[in-house]
């Protein structure tokens, strides 16, 4: 995806070890479709060569306010109107404490100040050692930064190059990629929570075996991501998948179609809007042996019966909060066959006011998909596009119907 693509950057870097990951956000920008203006603080030039930033952005560097190459010398106030961010990656301690003050006395934050305040958006995202982060200083420095119209991206937690644990390291450039682009999403669900299933469940048969199907989860995560995005607060109940979190999104991992019901129906007491992806089983043994079940050479195979499982969408949309219009629940249907009948008629067994058909076994696994959108007034379909695409439109589509 090129989520980026048409944005361009100017990417500042002020003093700290973090830098090194500049150089590696810098790509990140570039492959999402963006282009890059790095601009770096004297101090930034200790830890990292503008030659590496030069390289990897494809354009000159800039550093000092004072640079002849450009006709006006004035690279503050052309550098920043041509931006649709500044992004300063890694933000010190220090550069937190200019940009409060309204300092100006290098390029860098001479352009922070010069820029179009309510066009361009000042992205940060600090970089320090934990003391330094946690001090009052810093926190109210930060907080006024914020109040000021700053965006600031957060910081990570974990083991630092000085040695200390805690919090105050940068976030790693995926992380911030992920949070750039959805700094750029519209805000369509913002003050709303929203509540995902996704992935498969997991029926024990035994402690070492069990049934469960060919669910990814892509679908449910994507749309948690793609609500989170959105300015939605997230909570995303999931079965056993080997995805990672979208960043910001809550997340509740279970295994089973009953442990999913019991994590779902509290939290759908406070939600404003419902997505059921999961590929919840129907059934499950009806008593799941303690102990693995051993062949004992008889050659006789082990009767396994079955006993239904909770439908959690039916059990969501039935309840007084989903009937007084407080909560929008929304439903899948992997078919695999007759979509448009089966996912109309799915709708109304379920009793939800839409339902998002696929045609199921292909897109198992598969970054791509196509879409039925089902409501009492038809059908519309979305044409075949990545995951995380599809879920963008069917946040605006849910937000259009909210
Ligand atoms: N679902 C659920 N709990 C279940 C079964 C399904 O919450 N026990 C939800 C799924 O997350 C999905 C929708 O219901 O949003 C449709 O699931 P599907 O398995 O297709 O529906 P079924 O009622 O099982 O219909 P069919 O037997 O035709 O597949």
């Known amino acids: 995806m090129n989520d980026l693509a048409g944005k361009h950057f100017v990417l500042g870097l002020s003093g700290g070890i973090a830098c090194y990951k500049a150089a590696e956000l810098c790509r990140a920008l570039i492959k999402e479709g963006a282009t890059v203006q790095v601009v770096m603080t004297e101090a930034a030039e200790q830890f990292i060569t503008p030659v590496t930033m030069q390289a990897l952005s494809g354009r000159p560097v800039y550093g000092s306010q004072w640079d002849s190459r450009e006709p ?21 301690a220090d550069f937190m404490a200019k940009l409060l003050h309204g300092r100006a006395d290098e390029l860098l934050s001479l352009m922070c100040l010069a820029r179009p305040i309510d066009k361009v ?39 630092q190059a000085c ?77 056993p998948v080997s995805l990672s979190t979208p960043r910001g999104v809550t997340r509740i991992d279970v295994k089973s179609a009953e442990d999913m019901l019991r994590a779902t129906e509290p939290q759908a007491q406070s939600a404003d809007v419902f997505v059921a992806t999961a590929a919840v089983a129907d059934w499950r043994p009806a008593s799941a042996s303690d102990h693995k079940i051993k062949k004992d050479g008889s050659g006789q195979t082990p009767q396994l019966a ?17 009937k007084s219009g407080a909560l929008y629940c929304v439903g899948f249907a992997a078919e695999s066959h007759d979509l448009v009948a089966n ?33 009492e007034k038809g059908t519309r379909e979305v044409p075949r596009a990545s995951k995380l695409e599809l879920a963008r439109q069917l946040v605006a589509e849910i937000a259009d119907r909210l």
């Open 72 to 92: 006006n010398n004035m690279p503050h106030i052309n550098l920043s109107r041509e931006a649709d961010a500044i992004l300063v990656a890694p933000c010190s």
């Open 121 to 159: 958006p000042l992205l940060l995202a600090p970089a320090m050692n934990r003391e330094m982060w946690a001090n009052p200083a810093t926190q109210r420095n930060m907080m006024q930064i914020a109040a000021d119209g700053a965006h600031i991206l957060g910081v990570g937690s974990g083991f």
């Open 163 to 239: 040695g200390e644990t805690g919090d105050g390291r940068m976030l790693e450039p995926p992380e911030l990629l992920e949070d750039i682009i959805a700094f750029f999403q519209p805000k369509r669900l913002a003050g709303k929570r929203v509540l995902v299933t996704a992935g498969p469940t997991f029926e024990a048969i035994d402690p070492v075996r069990g049934i469960t199907n060919l669910s990814s989860g892509k679908m449910g995560f994507a749309i948690a991501r793609a609500a989170r995005e959105a300015g939605a607060e997230v909570t995303l109940v999931a079965g």
């Open 306 to 322: 079955f006993t239904e499982n909770p439908d959690i969408l039916a059990r969501v949309a039935q309840s007084q909060r989903a």
């Open 343 to 375: 996912a109309q008629a799915k709708r109304v067994r379920k009793a939800v006011p839409l339902l998002v058909g696929n045609i199921g076994p292909a897109t198992f696994g598969a970054d791509d998909n196509a879409l039925l959108l089902v409501d």
